[in-house]
């Protein structure tokens, strides 16, 4: 059975609400609920006093219901008198500001206090119902991702630092800080990077970062552990936030949860949703696959998210499509943010499946046109099978947008969303991988912007190519060790034999100044001057500067093929370049036009264009029941989802 429902806050409304709440969970196909994830003070109102009363009576509505839940531990917002009584645990930006209660997310993780209270809420939750009917998965905190400046943090930072590098000799060399007179003599002069006069140490920021993922996620391992040992046998997860903003290792903390959460939110609306979708879906189940867990879409927007100054609403259907769009790409189910619309708060506006207007609203009809395709659905099984991968690393990514850069424009996510995107549009399905990770079952490999790699991860790659892998590596890759500092001997270090190039010179571009390609394309934000040793020039600079100088290269590198571009291609020539190594490498795409994806033995179509499109397929289609005899036609907007024939 799928997962179908989305965040219930049965605190902000009375009683009689509750009732007709679950009459139309049951109504919308609703099968599970998150119930408690900002309910702190509500649950302790004052320290150390607890109130389970109306939490005991909505779990077991909840369970009479036949919903079952998703109980989350409150700890991202703690309640006022929190803060009042442990002013050290509000957090403090980099300027120095220590922050106050009023909002959410406002603690400082490293503080003993805080970290006291979340294990002792944690205990109480797991103690009390660890055990109810109604659990089905344990839902810890709100998407990690908050940072802090304090003494506290200095001091984990210090310890975090102290197991990293064993000696300040060591960290000395690994940030480089002969540079400026940065030397440290003593461990108490290390501080996270709070405000300074100019530039920071670029290494001093990539290790906080890495600091601050460790650091949450250690936060997140003490609850989940309190869970794990007061309530065995039951799932225990965290759902991730994504975007640049987010200062966490995703790759890295799904190798603690049961279930890959993810929250989703596209930030356009239209065809452009649906590949930000993909994209999203891609990586969760990459990180999933690679933990060996499954993955859940935790929270999307049934409408209307509340965007500052930017109206992203949902168009009619895609409340459908796009969930379908993640159950494609293997989500064991799609839930929202938020059942009911708040009356009051900061998200009043905020969309929910049942919104202000009530259950008499085109949204809340979708909810249950959704609700009743996901059980129809609820045969569907198995996994998504890709040949096309992209490697992700965030590591690489805060590494190559730290301080002193070459080029700002250079944003590790664009790179990424460009790789996805055109091959998406080209039709490819597309798994993402990492450094450490074993290429061999892919076709081709595309690695973008790639800023750091480690030894080891190179050589992976190297050997991957060499043993007849398809690569194709992007301007800003290989060029640092993992301690973000340059390789030396000519750019990408890393990469310079596997591509057989030599790069000596950078020279980025100013924003809509592009440079011309010998193939009548353009290329935009960076340039380079490459020198071919070993590889061929299969698109050359025209004019300026680099006239006559390779961009696009191609080097047969023992079995495989490796390709280099040294500058940004606009989308329609990079999707080209992309598709012709793919096929190359023997990689073939399920079928253009229209998105879609074979999970398991299933194949999901999903027409997100005003026209309908016609697809070879055979079987039954689920979500109009008829038999599938040679093809089926997706209507404009509309989904098919095709069983194979003989499915019994
Ligand atoms: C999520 C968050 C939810 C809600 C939602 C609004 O990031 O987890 O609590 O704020 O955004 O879009």
């Known amino acids: 059975m799928f997962y179908f429902g989305g965040d219930y806050n049965p605190e902000q409304w009375p009683e009689e609400v509750w009732a007709e709440d679950v009459a139309l969970m049951r109504l919308a196909g609703v099968t599970a609920v998150t119930v408690g994830v900002f309910s702190w003070a509500m649950l302790e109102p004052t320290e150390g006093r607890y109130e389970f009363g109306w939490l005991d009576r909505v779990l077991d509505m909840l369970h009479d219901g036949g919903i079952r839940v998703v109980l989350a531990t409150p700890t991202a917002s703690p309640p006022p008198w929190f803060s009042l009584a442990h002013p050290d645990a509000l957090p403090v930006t980099a300027d120095g500001v220590r922050l106050t ?13 805080y970290r006291d209270a979340c294990r002792r809420m944690a205990r109480e ?21 908050t940072r802090c400046h304090c003494d506290h943090v200095a001091e984990a930072f210090r310890r975090w630092l102290r197991a990293r590098y064993g000696s300040l000799d060591r960290l000395n060399d690994a940030w480089t800080t002969a540079f400026w007179s940065q030397w440290y003599s003593d461990w108490a002069q290390v501080l996270p990077p709070r405000a300074t006069q100019y530039l920071p140490n670029p290494g001093q920021v990539l290790d906080f970062r890495r600091f601050v993922s460790d650091e949450l996620l250690a936060a997140y391992i003490e609850q989940r552990d309190v869970l794990r040992e007061l309530s065995p046998g039951v799932p225990v997860t965290t759902n991730f936030a994504l975007g640049g903003w987010v ?21 356009a609306t239209g065809p452009a949703a649906a590949e930000q979708i993909a994209l999203a879906a891609d990586l969760a189940r990459s990180w999933a696959r690679a933990a060996g867990v499954g993955w859940l879409l935790m929270e999307q927007a049934a409408g209307m998210v509340y965007t500052p100054g930017r109206i992203l609403a949902k168009a009619p259907g895609e409340l459908v499509r796009h969930s379908l769009g993640h159950v494609a790409r293997g989500s064991q189910g799609a839930m929202f943010f938020q059942w009911r619309a708040p009356r009051g708060g900061a998200e009043r506006f905020h969309s929910a499946l049942v919104p202000h207007a009530g259950p008499a609203s085109r949204v809340f009809q979708e909810a249950c046109t959704l609700g009743t395709l996901l059980r129809d659905l609820s045969t569907v099984d198995g996994d998504v099978v890709a040949d096309v991968a992209i490697l992700w690393d965030a590591q690489a990514g805060w590494a190559g947008e730290g301080p002193g850069v070459p080029s700002e424009d250079v944003r590790y996510l664009d790179a990424i969303e460009a790789a996805h995107r055109v091959l998406y549009r080209a039709g490819f399905t597309v798994d993402f991988t990492a450094p450490d990770a074993d290429l061999s079952g892919y076709r081709l490999v595309v690695v973008p ?11 992976r790659i190297g050997g991957y190519v060499a043993s007849g892998g398809h690569l194709v590596v992007s301007f800003f890759s290989g060029i640092a060790d993992v301690d973000g500092r340059v390789r030396l001997g000519g750019h990408p270090g890393a990469f310079r034999d596997i591509l057989g190039v030599r790069v000596d010179e950078f020279r980025p571009l100013p924003p809509d100044e592009p440079v011309k390609l010998s193939t009548g394309d353009s290329g935009q934000v960076w340039s380079e001057h490459v020198q071919l040793i070993g590889a061929t020039a299969v698109a050359s600079y025209t004019g300026g500067v680099l006239d006559g100088s390779p961009a696009v290269t191609r080097h047969e590198f023992g079995a495989g093929v490796a390709w280099y571009l040294s ?10 370049l992309l598709a012709d190594a793919a096929r190359a490498a023997g990689a073939v795409p399920p079928q253009p036009g229209i998105e879609a994806v074979r999970r398991g033995s299933w194949l999901f179509l999903l027409n997100h264009s005003d026209e309908p499109v016609t697809v070879p397929a055979a079987g039954v289609d689920l979500v109009t029941g008829r038999p599938v005899d040679g093809t089926v036609e997706v209507p404009a907007g509309g989904v098919a989802v095709v069983r194979p024939p003989g499915f019994v």
């Open 101 to 113: 209660h009023g909002s959410r997310d406002t603690y400082c993780a490293s503080a003993p206090a």
């Open 125 to 145: 939750l797991a103690g009390r119902y660890g055990g109810h009917p109604a659990l089905t998965m344990w839902h810890v905190h709100n998407e990690y991702g």
């Open 247 to 267: 200062p966490i290792d995703h790759a890295r903390w799904a190798r603690e949860v049961d279930v890959v959460a993810i929250d989703h939110y596209p930030s």
């Open 449 to 459: 912007s790639l800023y750091l790699v480690s030894d080891a991860a190179a050589a």
């Open 567 to 576: 500058t940004r291609l606009d989308d329609p020539a990079y999707g080209r």
